[in-house]
């Protein structure tokens, strides 16, 4: 089973599950001709897609079109189902940067044919996470992130630009499913996605608290 490192602990925490929000930076959604979404767009990676820091990520064969997305992901701290938003901050235990690598031809074939795009967002190795550092005392609303690829700045974005709050998004997720400690949240990314090649090297930042560097290979 893949795992989450805690840094302050030093602990490696199981992943069970990856919940993933669509088109919730409304500038992404724009760059993707989406409309603003009206509730939360959901949908899920299995833990297997999990790499750490210093991966290098296979293209898969399928694609052409290998596209990077910088997201802040938390990490879920207990279980709970049908959360209360007063209560939904108590469950997020910590937090850190991630990549939802998504190979957008294969996506957009699938959409065009309305059939489900797994295999464009969930293959091996398309999660890749940092360690994540506790909450504890962070005024989410400071939160920074960035992506740079072969030291140019592609994506820069902050928690306040996101359309569904963390609390919304526990809240709207825990009625549908059971959170489990371990479980992850990634929070969407802002704009300037685009292509990646092979050889191209990523460094991404939740300013401040936690960094990740992989290679495409």
């Not at 295999?119 to 994540?132: C, E, R, T």
């Not at 962070?138 to 902050?158: I, T, Y």
Request: charged share 25%; glycine share 8%.
């Amino acid at each position: 089973m893949k795992t989450v490192h805690i840094a302050k602990s030093n602990q490696d925490i199981i992943v069970p599950k990856i919940f993933c929000l669509g088109k919730n930076y409304a500038k992404h959604a724009a760059e993707m001709k989406s409309d603003v979404p009206q509730r939360p767009v959901v949908f899920m990676k299995p833990s297997s897609a999990i790499v750490h820091n210093g991966a290098r990520v296979k293209i898969p064969a399928m694609t052409k079109d290998l596209h990077h997305e910088t997201e802040i992901f938390f990490v879920i701290g207990k279980e709970g189902k049908d959360i209360r938003k007063e209560e939904a901050r108590s469950y997020v235990d910590s937090m850190g940067i991630a990549l939802d690598l998504t190979l957008r031809d294969v996506q957009s074939e699938l959409k065009n044919a309305g059939n489900p795009w797994l295999i464009s967002k969930g293959f091996d190795g398309s999660a890749p996470i940092s360690n994540a550092v506790p909450v504890e005392g962070v005024d989410f609303n400071k939160l920074e992130l960035s992506l740079s690829v072969n030291g140019q700045v592609r994506q820069r974005g902050g928690y306040t630009d996101t359309i569904f709050k963390i609390e919304d998004v526990i809240v709207f997720i825990s009625q549908l499913f059971t959170l489990e400690r371990g479980d992850l949240i990634f929070t969407g990314t802002p704009e300037g996605v685009a292509k990646l090649n092979p050889g191209d090297k990523l460094h991404a930042e939740l300013t401040g608290y936690a960094s990740l560097d992989i290679e495409i290979g």
